[in-house]
Nanobody, 126 residues
Framework: QVQLVESGGGLVQAGGSLELSCSASGRTISTGTVGWFRQAPGKEREFVGAIRWFRTATYYADSVKGRFTISGDSAKNTVNLKMNSLKPEDTAIYYC???????????????????WGLGTHVTVSS
């Protein structure tokens, strides 16, 4: 079982940027698919984006497309989420998750993933 730890959260003003990192231990992160989810106060957890390692591809929720970028660093065993043009509505706990599935279909559901980190807080002030 892979252990995932998120880092890089914090407080940022609207329009600013943050980069989150998801570090893996126990197994390599650079297989299968790694997803990012977030949960805002009082809301359900939602899909943000993911990276599929086989023939590397990334995909995103419409709400973050064009502002967020996911990248993988197999040497550091991390997956990063670069967030630009942040908005107050991006305030949430951000989680990374991993599945060994390497399929072309996009994996948007929590149930698609079987390993989760504990999350990192992101607060965007207006």
């Amino acid at each position: 079982q892979v252990q995932l730890v998120e880092s890089g959260g914090g407080l940022v003003q609207a329009g600013g940027s943050l980069e989150l990192s998801c570090s893996a231990s126990g197994r390599t992160i650079s297989t299968g698919t790694v997803g990012w989810f977030r949960q805002a106060p009082g809301k359900e957890r939602e899909f943000v984006g993911a990276i599929r390692w086989f023939r590397t591809a990334t995909y995103y929720a419409d709400s973050v497309k064009g502002r967020f970028t996911i990248s993988g660093d197999s040497a550091k065993n991390t997956v990063n989420l670069k967030m630009n043009s942040l908005k107050p509505e991006d305030t949430a706990i951000y989680y990374c998750a991993k599945t060994p599935r390497n399929i072309y279909a996009q994996l948007h559901e929590e149930s698609d993933y079987d390993s989760w980190g504990l999350g990192t807080h992101v607060t965007v002030s207006s």
